[in-house]
């Protein structure tokens, strides 16, 4: 054993790149003693792309940007925002909406965030009108689904189809005290194209 160590000894002093290979070829059979008859860790699954950026211009003709950003959790469930920006102007007044909606897809085909899903969503709306120099303010909800199919290409692409539908109580800042609500159905079309990452 003594003899052992002291070529050893002389082979880090003489040959330190030959002693690190040999202590490099040890570790390695103790580390393959060590897993004997251990099982072999689960492979890690690549899920690839996990976010989305879209456009939809076929949102456009609803006063709404069009623009989402969708982040899958697991398999199948993502959850996307998309926000949305109108104005309007006319000489004796102007008009402001700023709103956004939170959704939830939930995948029966795929893997989030490609493949077919349908859930729900929610969309906040507020409204500001200035007229004569008076200004309103409003605040209105949204609740509506979707249902769509989406695919990711190359884990870089993405290219949606799908449909949505809201049932909103808008803000009326025309009307008389600007405190009324209109109740509007919103069916938007989605034929959208973006990025993946």
Not at 21 to 27: E, F
Not at 94 to 115: D, E, K, Y
Request: proline content about 8%.
């Amino acid at each position: 054993m003594p003899c052992a160590a002291l070529v050893l000894l002389s082979l880090c002093v003489l040959f330190p790149g030959s002693a690190l290979a040999a202590d490099d070829v040890i570790t390695r059979v103790q580390d393959w003693f060590s897993n004997l008859g251990k099982p072999k860790p689960p492979p890690v699954e690549d899920l690839g792309a996990r976010n989305t950026f879209t456009i939809n211009p076929l949102a456009l003709q609803h006063s709404q940007l069009g623009v989402e950003y969708e982040r899958a959790f697991g398999k199948p469930l993502s959850l996307y925002v998309a926000p949305e920006f109108a104005y309007g102007r006319t000489p004796e007044a102007w008009t402001l909406s700023l709103a956004g909606t939170l959704g939830i897809r939930l995948f029966v085909l795929g893997n989030a965030p490609s493949g077919i899903y349908f859930g729900p969503e929610f969309s906040v709306i507020h409204q500001i009108r200035s007229e004569n120099r008076v200004r309103r303010r409003g605040l209105g909800l949204g609740l509506g689904g979707t249902v769509g199919w989406t695919l990711v290409l190359f884990n870089r692409f993405t290219l949606a189809a799908g449909f949505s539908a809201q049932y909103r109580s808008v803000p009326d800042l025309e009307a008389e005290g600007g405190e009324a609500l209109r109740v509007q159905i919103i069916p938007t079309p989605r034929l959208a194209f973006g990025v993946a990452f």
